[in-house]
């Protein structure tokens, strides 16, 4: 009887075990989930997910519609490769800066990758509400970057926006608004336009 209590206690404690090991990773996943992006502070692509979801929840007829503006920085990678990743860290950081600045207030900027930008903008009541801030955004950058004092560098900003309707889903704005910024990018390469 001995013997046998002893397995017993043995799995109990290799379950238990288990369990805690389990709760520690997903703990760490979760952290991982909340922590902001480390370059710019922005959230990432995780936090900007649970904020679309909870914005397409409460939209409706009353509180408009969103939009999700996919932005590129178009010539980012120009700088990496001429200055080095440092300075085309300070550059992003620079831009991110630029485009919290010209948001409206409510609006969430994120960053998802290394050159790209999301912008979940809530109450919007008319197309061409989404368009204003895509100029607005964009005319941001008519000025060059200056990540240090030595160095400036142009960088064009490419802006696709998706409007939500009712089966939208935030992987399906995201995505929409990547797909009308890769046509806007294209265009641009199409004309000659490479900024």
């Excluded at 860290?89 to 050159?115: K, M, P």
């Amino acid at each position: 009887m001995e013997t046998i209590r002893f397995e017993q206690s043995q799995d109990v404690l290799v379950q238990t075990a288990a369990v805690v090991a389990a709760q520690r990773q997903f703990a760490q996943r979760l952290r991982q989930r909340t922590v902001p992006d480390p370059l710019t502070g922005l959230p990432v692509r995780s936090l900007l997910i649970d904020r679309l979801e909870l914005a397409l929840a409460a939209a409706g007829p009353d509180t408009g519609r969103l939009a999700v503006l996919s932005c590129n920085l178009d010539g980012i990678t120009t700088v990496e490769d001429t200055h080095g990743r440092l300075l085309a860290d300070a550059a992003r950081a620079e831009a991110a800066g630029r485009l919290v600045s010209v948001v409206r207030q409510g609006d969430v900027v994120a960053r998802i990758s290394a050159q790209t930008f999301v912008l979940l903008c809530p109450g919007i009541t008319d197309p061409t509400d989404a368009e204003g801030i895509a100029h607005r955004v964009t005319a941001a950058f008519d000025a060059p970057l200056q990540p240090t004092p030595e160095l400036s560098h142009r960088v064009r900003l490419s802006v696709g926006v998706a409007l939500s309707g009712r089966a939208s889903t935030p992987e399906s704005l995201i995505a929409s608004a990547n797909e009308a910024m890769t046509q806007i990018r294209h265009e641009r390469q199409g004309s000659g336009r490479h900024g």
